[in-house]
């Protein structure tokens, strides 16, 4: 009589290929900026002050908290959370993929929405969060998209693409905003 485990191992592993490789992908479909300064419940510019991690229903979330430096459209308070699903608690790690992690003292432009548990979240993630740098010469703010080095789907041209804001003056890129937003106060009238 021949033991049946080494088949059943065979089996279990052949199913786990299978059902690996017909897993669905992920595919960011690109939101514009005008179409995220439309959405946004507020537009933040901010310093983050630290982050900390919970567990909320069943999940692993980390909350980090921001200064409010200015603030480009909607509201939003002096200081703010802004809650994101994954983060270490523990032993425990959750990941995310596309996800933006903030590091304490990091300076960003946020796209925000309000979640019902009164904090944040970043509309569109890595697509709603800017990277403000400083250059070391002259001490002028850029911004970076965190998405700029990612594919994003165009449904308009139907192909991957990686655009996004790369190193553009922070004045021009509040300009570019609020250009946008008058722009669509002119079509809802």
Do not use: Y
Not at 91 to 114: C, D, K, Y
């Amino acid at each position: 009589m021949r033991p049946r485990c080494p088949r059943i191992a065979w089996l279990c592993g052949a199913l786990l290929l299978s059902a690996a490789t017909t897993a669905p992908a992920t595919t960011l479909l690109q939101m514009s900026l005008s179409k995220m300064a439309h959405t946004a419940t507020a537009i933040v510019h901010a310093r983050c002050i630290g982050n900390s991690t919970a567990w909320d229903a069943g999940e692993i979330w980390t909350f980090s908290s921001f200064d409010t430096k200015e603030v480009w459209s909607g509201s939003a308070p002096a200081r703010f959370t802004v809650r994101l699903l994954g983060g270490r608690l523990g032993n425990l790690t959750s990941t995310v993929s596309g996800v933006p992690r903030f590091r304490a003292g990091e300076e960003v432009v946020l796209f925000l929405e309000s979640t019902p548990r009164g904090d944040f979240t970043v509309l569109a993630w890595q697509e709603g969060t800017f990277r403000v740098g400083r250059d070391p010469r002259t001490g002028e703010a850029s911004v970076t998209q965190d998405s700029a080095s990612l594919p994003t789907f165009d449904a308009t041209s139907h192909q991957f693409r990686v655009e996004g804001v790369r190193h553009m003056p922070l004045r021009e890129f509040r300009a570019r905003i609020a250009d946008s937003l008058r722009a669509a106060e002119g079509r809802d009238r």
